[in-house]
């Protein structure tokens, strides 16, 4: 009695190591590389999967075959590789049933022809998924550097604004006694620790018991700004010394008013020479002419 | 990068090609041109072959893989080609004796080409040069006979790492 496909099972280790040598002749082959013993494997794998599915009659083991070899090889298999495994392998199983039933031959052809169907397109899924996590990957790299970048100009701009800061904050000795601070451009919570900062080192350093500050270069002088500048006063008078406010322009002292903000405890003054002419008479000095000749 | 170290000459023809093929890039063709020392590449005179392909690498490091391809091929597309030379098979096997017309070294290499069947073969490349300008004239001498083809670099290393060898299968 003729049992169908035992033409499989005769010729299985000859196909096997056939395959295993085809596979490894190929130069520069995914396969050649592996070696030997993986040539060997892979040929194992794919001729017992057909004999399984010849025998069940289904085409599933052909396809694990086939996705178990596109995992194996992720990432290095190309589509030459593939395309010589199963070339290679048709020619030898064809090769192999020549004296098989049409029907049988048929068989071999359709599981051949799904296996290809399923190695397409495990391949072409595993080349999306590579591509995509080198797009990620990208990606993540491009928002890093975007990221240094914006951190590194944050860092300078940071830098700059503190030598601004500096340099616009200077505290200048006019007299024994009697410093003056001309404030230029924004006030903020920051420039005023700074003002703080650097007025109590100047008092300590040069005994000042006077500070005129002259807002007249302030653009914007609200409560904020006001409260700022009463804290830096408070500071100042536990050293002994007396905070001025000059340069009040009109415009900032209705500001003030209509902000409700208390200044009774700062002495305010319009303009930089009153400031001055005030710490002369605190000081019990003045400004005279000299005499002629 | 592959030198020679017999030291030898290459064609100013085929150099001056591959330069004609980076059309739009004339800007930098003269930068990598005065860097090298000369203003113009003459095609009727041999160069030093080393001197040749740092020109071919330079280009190569300032226009990246993808766009040394494209002017490979490019190059390829456009090139005089004997009569006879109008299949995917004749150019590939043609590209040994292309090669030799261009360069003249004793250490320059040389290029195989076996086909596995109608439609796939193994090309292995000894010779100097960029990796992706080989891929982009085996692109070119498919495309050229209208059989678009998929270039693979085929495992075992690579010469611009450092390999003996850079092969490649192909298929159209």
């Known amino acids: 009695m003729h049992t169908p496909f035992e033409w499989i099972e005769r010729e299985r280790a000859g196909l096997t190591a056939a395959l295993a040598e085809g596979l490894g002749r190929r130069a520069g082959s995914v396969f050649r590389s592996a070696g030997r013993a993986a040539c060997e494997a892979v040929a194992d794998g794919v001729i017992a999967a057909l004999a399984a599915d010849l025998a069940s009659g289904k085409d599933t083991a052909g396809r694990e075959a086939m996705s178990a070899l596109v995992r194996r090889f992720s990432g290095s298999l190309g589509y030459a590789d593939l395309r010589h495994l199963t070339t290679t392998l048709r020619a030898l199983v064809l090769a192999a049933a020549t004296e098989a039933a049409p029907a049988e031959r048929q068989r071999v052809e359709d599981w051949l022809f799904q296996l290809v169907l399923v190695g397409a397109m495990r391949f072409v899924a595993q080349r999306e998924q590579t591509f995509q996590e080198q797009a990620a990957q990208l990606e993540v790299r491009q928002l890093e550097s975007q990221l240094e970048e914006l951190r590194a100009a944050f860092e300078e701009k940071t830098r700059l604004l503190d030598v601004i800061r500096q340099a616009s904050t200077p505290v200048a000795p006019v007299y024994e006694g009697i410093v003056v601070v001309p404030l230029v451009g924004l006030f903020d919570a920051q420039r005023a620790q700074l003002l703080t900062e650097r007025l109590l080192h100047a008092i300590g350093e040069s005994r000042a018991s006077v500070v005129i500050v002259d807002i007249s270069g302030v653009p914007l002088f609200d409560s904020e700004a006001a409260q700022l500048v009463i804290r830096t006063s408070q500071a100042v008078r536990l050293l002994g010394a007396q905070l001025l406010l000059v340069g009040l322009s009109p415009g900032v002292a209705q500001t003030i008013v209509g902000l409700g903000v208390e200044l009774s405890s700062l002495k305010t003054l319009s303009s930089l020479q009153d400031g001055i002419a005030h710490a002369l008479a605190l000081r019990k000095l003045r400004i005279a002419p000299m005499a002629s000749r | ?172």
């Open chain 2, 1 to 172: 990068m592959r030198a020679s170290k017999s030291g030898g000459e290459y064609n100013g023809a085929a150099l001056y090609s591959f330069l004609l093929g980076l059309g739009h890039s004339q800007a930098l063709v003269q930068k990598v041109l005065r860097d090298a020392g000369v203003d113009r590449i003459d095609p009727t005179r041999w160069y030093d072959i080393n001197w040749a392909m740092d020109i071919y690498f330079a280009i190569y490091e300032k226009i990246g893989r993808g766009a040394m391809i494209a002017v490979g091929k490019k190059m390829i597309e456009a090139a005089p080609f004997p009569p006879g030379l109008d299949d995917v098979k004749s150019l590939l096997m043609g590209l040994d004796a292309a090669y030799r017309m261009n360069a003249r070294a004793a250490d320059m290499g040389c290029i195989t080409c076996e086909f596995d069947d109608d439609n796939s073969a193994t090309l292995v490349w000894t010779s100097l040069g960029p990796c992706p300008l080989n891929i982009g004239i085996i692109e070119g001498c498919c495309s050229r006979v209208g059989a678009p083809a998929l270039v693979e670099h085929g495992a075992g290393g690579c010469m611009d790492e450092g390999a003996l060898s850079c092969t490649y299968l192909v298929s159209f």
